[in-house]
């Protein structure tokens, strides 16, 4: 019964992850990917360079360092080299955990401090992803099922600042930034469940181009920065020098230990989103692509890469896990690198038009998590397990005030509701013993 519900998910699927899509489909369904992840790539070298004081030279190299190393990245996790990626459809680039750690060691050692602690943490994580076998059989349906929903409960924040104008914003919360969203919303909606063939598939891209281009029409993009850009920025391999200080390579563990965690997961929402089975063997190679990424990062003077959860809603909404896409997706990235120019015309894109694609890919992650849920025989020890793990998970993403307190290292685990959620289902999986 199991085997037949098993082929039956599977054919749901436009393409799986083995298969290739037409080019012409592949294309845009590659540029989905990549205008769903820009805003979360771009956004951690923009914090970091304004929090070091770096001149705008300087800045737009490493915001074009991050494009090109998220592509090369994002090509080994899906494609595959040896030992190395999980061979699904997983985006890859550098993620708010490491901002932190890069502000505090950038501050006292500079760039080349930076350099030296993303290397050498780079190393921890490659040799705990050794590890991560062992580890999988504490990862039953029940915990897969809570993790996979907190990825999506806890981006949804993130969706509704986009829909409001981003974090920060003059116009936050504005009529006209929620309407743009909400438009965008049900744009895309209606295009994915009355459209037909690409238009229905690609409903995310065209919803991002409707949106852009209704902005555009309103006066809500700013062109300069596309004229300001440089046309070519070729990558620059130790720029910044490299300075190995233990205390600053001390302060990036931590940060490894909460993206190897969340890499875990958010292999295993891929995993449910594309209906397929993820092995112990394939969440570890996923991870080692996390610490080799790191190390390519390091190089070329980025910050650290991780697996991104964005994209895992992509899936579940187009039905279409290929990883020959998000290979695709990873070559256009590093193009997108090296020409600053194109790359500027997608950072442009308004936040109220990512919030209104946001809100469905985020919330769509968390139904297929309480899918899963949902072929749990939950009891009284199942519902105490999931209920904890969602309200540290959720409540540590809506008031991280509470963890102001904490040493470092501890806070910078916990800051992260994936990470907090997922260590305490662990944890009261394994205390809370079966009556």
Not at 179 to 184: C, E, L, P, Q
Not at 269 to 281: F, L, T, V
Not at 321 to 336: Q, Y
Request: hydrophobic share 55%; aromatic share 8%; proline share 4%.
């Amino acid at each position: 019964m199991s085997l037949e519900k098993s082929a039956a998910q599977k054919s749901s699927m436009l393409y799986q992850i083995e298969e290739k899509p037409p080019l012409g489909v592949s294309i845009l369904l590659a540029l989905q990917h990549i205008l769903a992840a820009f805003a979360g790539i771009i956004a951690v070298p923009l914090v970091v360079g304004s929090a070091l004081g770096l001149s705008v030279e300087e800045t737009s190299l490493m915001v074009s360092a991050s494009i090109f190393v998220a592509g090369l990245t994002t090509v080994l996790q899906s494609k595959g080299l040896g030992p190395i990626g999980s061979r699904v459809s997983g985006m890859m680039g550098t993620d708010f955990t490491f901002a932190n750690p890069v502000i505090s060691v950038g501050s006292q050692f500079g760039m080349a401090g930076v350099v030296g602690a993303t290397l050498a943490g780079s190393l921890v994580e490659i040799i705990l992803s050794r590890f991560i076998k062992p580890l999988m059989r504490f990862f039953p349906p029940l915990i897969t099922g809570t993790v996979v929903s907190l990825i999506g409960i806890t981006l949804l924040p993130v969706s509704m600042d986009w829909a409001a104008g981003g974090s920060g914003a003059p116009d936050y919360a504005s009529v006209e930034n929620v309407s743009i969203a909400f438009v965008v919303m049900v744009f895309t909606l209606a295009l994915n469940h009355y459209g037909k063939g690409l238009f229905s598939t690609a409903s995310v891209f065209f919803g991002m181009v409707f949106g852009y281009l209704l902005c555009l029409f309103l006066g809500k993009i700013d062109l300069s920065a596309v004229n300001d850009a440089a046309w070519i920025a070729l990558p620059k391999v130790f720029h910044y020098g490299v300075k190995f200080e233990l205390s600053s390579i001390l302060a990036f563990v931590p940060a490894y230990v909460v993206s190897l965690i969340g890499t875990v997961g958010i292999m295993m929402a891929i995993g449910e989103a594309s209906n397929e089975n993820i092995s112990s063997e394939r969440a570890a190679s996923g991870v080692l692509a996390d610490g080799v990424g790191s190390l390519v990062a390091g190089v070329f003077g980025a910050g650290p890469n991780t697996a991104f959860s964005q994209n895992v809603g992509l899936i579940t909404l187009t039905k279409v896990a290929s990883r020959h896409v998000m290979v695709l997706a990873g070559i256009i990235l590093t193009v997108l690198g090296i020409f600053p120019k194109l790359s500027a015309l997608i950072s442009i894109m308004p936040q109220p038009v990512l919030g209104g694609v946001g809100v469905i890919m985020f919330g769509l992650v968390a139904a297929q998590g309480i899918k899963t849920l949902a072929t749990v025989k939950i009891g009284d020890r199942e519902l105490l397990i999931i209920s904890v793990a969602f309200a540290l998970g959720i409540g540590v993403t809506v008031r991280p005030d509470l963890l102001q307190h904490l040493p470092i290292a501890l806070k910078m685990i916990f800051s992260s509701g994936i990470s907090t959620g997922t260590l305490v289902a662990l944890i009261l999986n394994l205390v809370l013993k079966e009556k």
